[in-house]
């Protein structure tokens, strides 16, 4: 039997270990952000980062593989501020189901 | 108090008023006025003390982690781009690591970082995100580590540093013996090329 997921008191997942894509897709929804290719690129990025070293990407960071991923080197920030409007690297994690990144950069 | 705009002189303080001594007062309380004194990782703990006469800055992220909260007994918080963007119009900047600042070069050159580690595991992490921080802002930063920090670095340290490397953030550089085992991708740096050959914009210790 499923138990309902936990939120913190920023409102992201409080267990990382029950993040799953559905659940993804409603705390995007509810946030108007409808998920697609390009969202879940993101997403999957700053997850696996976040796996790996133990902390969100940078901005610049993540910008850097996006250029890569898309094969665009002049692609900004702004391209993923439209996937992202409000931070992408903040929004990815909460999506995401990482916890909110607690440092003041 | 002074006025906080003022950054003729920035000082850095890392450690703790307990890791300074009992009694110990910190060498910034005795600086020249104006100086502003950036507060981070287990340096925060001096905002807890009332009427220190000194322009502080504290760590938003470091203090919370601590105090929660409450709010300091002195100076103001703020963001670890603040410490930045005052260290990129400080004339003179100091450090409690002990290294203080020298000019060399210009702005194109490298800022050099020492770190000596020998501190809690939380402010360590805090001393990546210091580094990070400045990463953000695309300075050119050659970060050394140095014996006592590195040589403790469990595997996921070591991982989490590597981020700098990984992803051309800083260049990273261990002060290691030949006979030192790094991890693949660290660059060992011998004893006296830091100082004989180096050129660097400024330096300081973290």
Redesign the interface.
Known sequence: MNKEPVFDEHGHLADAASWNPALAEGLAGADGVRLEAAHWWVIEFVRD?HA????P?????LL?AWREHIGDASAGSRDLYRLFSDNPVRQACLYGGLPKP???? | MNDQSNVAELWLERRSPESAGEGASPQWLASAAGACVFLHGDGVSWAQRSGLDANLLICSASWQRRFGQQQPASGTLGSLMVFWARALLAERMYSSAGQSDVRKGDRSLPWLLRYRGDESSLARREALELVMAGASLDLKLALVLERPAWSSFSEDDWQSWKQLTDHQLADLYCRARPDDSLPPGITRLSSDLLDRHWSFHRSLGI
């Open positions: 980062y790996r070293y133990g902390n990407p940078l901005m610049r960071t850097a607690d440092w003041c950069l």
